[in-house]
Each structure stands twice: as C-alpha cells, then as structure tokens.
C-alpha cells in the first residue's frame, strides 16, 4: 500500500447538456493531504466537474468516490467529507461574519461552545477575526471570498474543493487565501482546487492537471509537465538594425530550435539558455548589430499548453 492513500479518485467522468460535451471522460486521482488543481481556460469543465463532484449536478457517465463513497450511491456521506466553495458569492448580506458562521454551523449540527470554538477557528485561518461583528455586505470581494472559506471549514471536512477562489479580488485577500490553502494542507486537509492562473496553480500545487474542452490534456507535478515541452526557453530579443544573414546563421546553431521574426523582435526556442546566449551575442558584435533588449522566459504551464494545443493559455 502506498504511504498517500486516495482521497478523491474520478473515473470517466463525462457530463453532456443537450449536444454539449462538458466534461469528457475525465480521469484521475486525488491523494490524501495533496494540493491538486485542475488548471484550465473558460468553458474547459472545471465548474462542471465540481458540482459533480460535489453531488450537484448528475454526471452524464461514469463515477467519483470522495474518501471511499461514491458520488452516485453515497451523496449524503461525500457531502459530509467535503467543503465546498463555488464560485459564486453565497453570503446572508445582512448578516454579521460571526451571525453567518453561527448560522451555517448550526445548519451542520453544531451548537454550544464547540460550534463557539469552531467560528473563532475558522475565523482565525481566513484572518477575518477582527471584523467578525462587521455586517457581510460591507465587505469587499475578497473578505466575502474568505468569509465563504470560513463557512466551508466549519464541519473540518477531510476535502475541500474550491472553484477559482482568486478571482476579480484584491491581491492581499489572494495572498491571505493561498495562506490559508497551504495551513490546511498542513492540516493534513486535501485540496482541490481549480484556477485559470498557470502563475496560481505552480506556486500552490503538489499536481497538476490541465483541462481544455472538458478533456485532460496533460496532468503530473510542475516539474514533469514542464518537461514535456523538452526542455526549451523562449528568448525575446530586440536588434539595433534589421538582422540580414544573421538569423539564418543563429538556425544553424545546435541548441537553437527554431528562430522568427516580428517588426525588429526576434524569438528563438533553444535548449539550455545559458550557454546559447554568448555565442548569439558574439555573432551578433561580428555583423555589427546591437541587442538593445533580451528576455529569457524559461519552460513554464503557459509553454506546454501552448505546446499541447496549438493556443495560449492567456487569451
Ligand atoms: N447548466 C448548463 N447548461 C448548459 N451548458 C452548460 C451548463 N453549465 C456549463 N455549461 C457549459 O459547459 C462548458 C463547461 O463549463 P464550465 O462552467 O464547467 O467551465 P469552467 O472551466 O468552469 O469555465 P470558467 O473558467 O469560465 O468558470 C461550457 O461550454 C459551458 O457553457
Ligand atoms: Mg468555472
């Protein structure tokens, strides 16, 4: 047996509305006490497979088990296991933080001082204790955001799922919510966790998987999918006058991958950067061309989904 037993596993998932394939025979496992994030553009599927996974929504075929139970034979024990943050705001604006806590953990059972304790602790993980007593609806986006964390940890579930938790706040709310994404982890609490930021998903994940049109196109850590785009950087680099022959003698170049040109910008794919870089600057001094400007962009999630589909990640 492995040391990382499974919490989420999801099985050929698929989800169709009418002629549209949402989700299309997803695959893959989650383990215990990991970060993983499902990374993707708009429309790729991951609102979809969290409201399946969250037993909102039906899937179309196949299954998911969260902790063991499956989504289809055990939805009232998959929602016990998980808290779940949707990507809409759900809040009782009139409502004090505290008032909303108190509420929802009534709502989960919990009463007396050990419902008392669990408000002051989640409270504590969001850093939202010392506006509690302020009224929900006065808070800005981002403390709406983390008060809607707070409510669900509540229960101290084993998952929880969060749907695009970053976006359209403040960046110290962002910062504040990835804090307290990677106290839970410490916690021992898996995460799932759904982002189009490559940026977000490098700095919080253990693994990645990467959606595009409700398919898997690539999953695995930071490391091994920036691997598959075989290890190449992207230079950018500005020339003081227009190149003539030397771009064709930089495609000669061994370590050189492919070199194009745009309005006095020239980008090259290479392999390892650091040693290229001389030796572009060199043949460049001999025909007396300057580079006034370079940028050297090493291998990252922007690259490989850019290698995997042909289009940028960012659009
Ligand atoms: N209830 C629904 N009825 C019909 N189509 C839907 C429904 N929900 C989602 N879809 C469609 O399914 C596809 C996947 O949507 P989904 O919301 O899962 O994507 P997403 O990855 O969460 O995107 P975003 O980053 O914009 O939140 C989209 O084409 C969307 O229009
Ligand atoms: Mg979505």
Known sequence: MSNHPTAIHVQDLRKSYG????????????????IFSLLGPNGAGKSTTIAILSCLVPPTAGDATLMGHSIRSRPGAVKQVIGVVPQEIALYEDLSARQNLLFWGRMYGLKGDPLRRRVDEVLELVALGERQNDRAGQYSGGMQRRLNIAIALLHEPQIVILDEPTVGIDPQSRRRILDSIQELKRCGVTILYTTHYMEEAQELSDRIAILDHGRMIAQGTHAELVGMVGELSRIR????????????????????????????????????????LPTLFESAARETIQITAMEVQEPDLEAVFLHLTGKALRD
Do not use: C, I, Y
Request: aromatic share 4%; net charge positive.
């Open 237 to 276: 680099l500005t020339l003081s006058r227009k190149p003539s022959g030397l771009l064709d003698l930089w495609r000669m170049l061994a370590s050189v991958h492919s070199v194009s040109e745009e309005n006095g910008t020239v980008s090259l794919l290479v392999r390892d950067s650091a040693r290229v």
């Open 19 to 34: 002629n549209l394939a949402a989700v299309q025979g997803l695959t893959f496992s989650v383990r215990q006490g990991e």
